[in-house]
C-alpha cells in the first residue's frame, strides 16, 4: 500500500482548479517557496483560488525512493494520477475544470497516463520540460545507461542522494561526492555539484546559477532528495526508442496501458502546453520534438512555449519566474478555463 499526498491551498470555491506536480526528487515544496513569487500564490492572485499541490511516489516527503524499489513511470501513470484526480473531483466538486502544470519526470508521467488513456477528464495541462520524446545531452545518456548498474552492484547503495557530500564520516556516498566536486568548480556548494552529477550535463545542469537567488541555491540540498536509480532505467528506454513507452510490457498489472504512448495520440483531445527552458541541459529539446510529434498527428491541438535564458529546474524556483514564466502558463490556462459568461450560463 503507498501513501500519496495533496495539499490543497483554497481561498474560495472556483470552477477552475489547479492540481500542480513536481517532478523526481523534488516534492510539492518548490512551488511554494517563500524567497519568490512562487506558483501557488500568482495562480491566488490572478483569478485561481483553489489550487493542489499532488506529492506522489516520487516526492521526496515519501520514503519510497529510498529502496531499491522497481517503480516505474507506467505505474505512477496508472495508479498515481488517476486517484488524486478522483479526490480532488470529490471535495472540489465533480463539475470542476481541472488544469495540470507538471514538471520533469512528473509531467511525462502525467502524458503516460493521458496519452495512455488512463487520466480522463482534464481541461488541460502544461507539460514542462519534458513529455512523450524525452532526450538527453551525450553525456546524460551514459550515465543513464551506467547508473542502475553502478549503484546496485558497484557503490551498493539503494539511492543516489545531493546531501551526501554532508554525511559524517568516510561513506560511499561521500566519497562520491568529492570525486564529483572535482568537476565543479563553478560554485562551492555541494549539493549543487551532485544534483548536477544525478541530473544532466553542465556546470551546473538544472539551472542558471544567474537565475537563483542565494537562499535558493544554498538550500537545494532540503529542495531536492534522493532518489533510486530504477527510473533511469525508464528513461534510458524512452531515449533509446525515441518516445515514451513501457519499461516492462510484461507486467500485467499495467495492461490497461499501450506498450506504445503514441499510439492512442489522435485519441487524447485534451491541449497541452509543452514548455521548456532555452538551455535546458537536462532533458535538452524533449519538449520541441514531442510538440512536433503530436503537431503531426493533431494538427492545432497542442502548443509550444520556450523560455529564453532558462533552463530545467529555474522554470519554477528561478527569482524573477512571476514575471518571465508564469504568465505564458496562466493565458493558457485562462484560455481554457470558464469565462463569467459561460458560468452564467452554466
Same mark, same amino acid.
Given at each position: ?10 481561498? =474560495? ?31 491566488? =492572485? ?20 529510498? &529502496? ?25 466538486? =465533480? ?29 488541460? =495541462? ?44 568516510? &561513506? ?103 514548455? &521548456? ?30 523560455? @529564453?535564458?532558462?533552463?530545467?529546474? @529555474? ?8 514575471? @518571465? ?22
Amino acid at each position: 500500500m503507498l501513501g500519496l499526498s495533496l495539499l490543497r491551498f483554497n481561498k =474560495a470555491p472556483a470552477r477552475d482548479v489547479v492540481m500542480i506536480v513536481h517532478g523526481l526528487t523534488t516534492s510539492s515544496d518548490m512551488f511554494i517557496m517563500p524567497e519568490h513569487e512562487n506558483l501557488v500564490r500568482y495562480l491566488h =492572485a490572478n483569478g485561481y483560488p483553489d489550487v493542489w499541490c499532488f506529492d506522489y511516489r516520487m516526492s521526496n516527503r515519501h520514503p519510497y525512493n529510498l &529502496t531499491r524499489h522497481r517503480y516505474t513511470m507506467d505505474h505512477i501513470a496508472l495508479f498515481d494520477f488517476p486517484p488524486a484526480l478522483a479526490r480532488i473531483r470529490e471535495i472540489s466538486g =465533480a463539475d470542476v475544470r481541472i488544469h495540470v502544470i507538471t514538471h520533469c519526470l512528473g509531467a511525462v508521467s502525467f502524458c503516460l497516463g493521458l496519452f495512455g488513456g488512463a487520466i480522463t477528464g482534464v481541461t488541460s =495541462a502544461i507539460a514542462n520540460s519534458a513529455g512523450l520524446a524525452p532526450r538527453v545531452p551525450g553525456w546524460s545518456r551514459l550515465k543513464l545507461k551506467m547508473a542502475p548498474f553502478l549503484m546496485d552492484y558497484i557503490i551498493n547503495e539503494p539511492y543516489l542522494a545531493p546531501n551526501w557530500g554532508e554525511e559524517r564520516g568516510l &561513506t560511499p556516498g561521500k566519497l562520491v561526492s568529492k570525486v564529483v566536486d572535482l568537476f565543479h568548480p563553478e560554485c562551492d556548494n555541494k549539493a549543487c555539484h551532485m544534483l548536477s552529477f544525478m541530473w544532466g550535463t553542465g556546470r551546473p545542469a538544472l539551472y542558471s546559477h544567474a537565475n537563483l537567488l542565494d537562499v535558493t541555491h544554498e538550500r537545494g540540498g532540503d529542495l531536492y532528495g534522493p532518489t533510486s536509480p530504477q527510473y533511469y532505467r525508464h528513461v534510458n528506454k524512452m531515449v533509446k526508442h525515441g518516445h515514451a513507452v513501457k519499461l516492462d510490457p510484461s507486467d500485467p498489472s499495467l495492461k490497461r496501458l499501450p506498450d506504445d504512448y503514441l499510439s492512442r495520440a489522435a485519441e487524447v483531445t485534451t491541449p497541452v502546453l509543452f514548455t &521548456t527552458g532555452r538551455d535546458n541541459h537536462v532533458f535538452a529539446n524533449s519538449n520541441i520534438v514531442c510538440h512536433e510529434m503530436l503537431e503531426k498527428i493533431t494538427p492545432g491541438l497542442h502548443e509550444l512555449k520556450i523560455y @529564453d535564458g532558462y533552463g530545467h529546474q @529555474d522554470v519554477f524556483m528561478g527569482k524573477d519566474v512571476a514575471q @518571465d514564466v508564469f504568465p505564458a502558463m496562466l493565458d493558457f490556462i485562462r484560455r481554457h478555463s470558464w469565462s463569467e459568461d459561460q458560468i452564467q450560463a452554466a
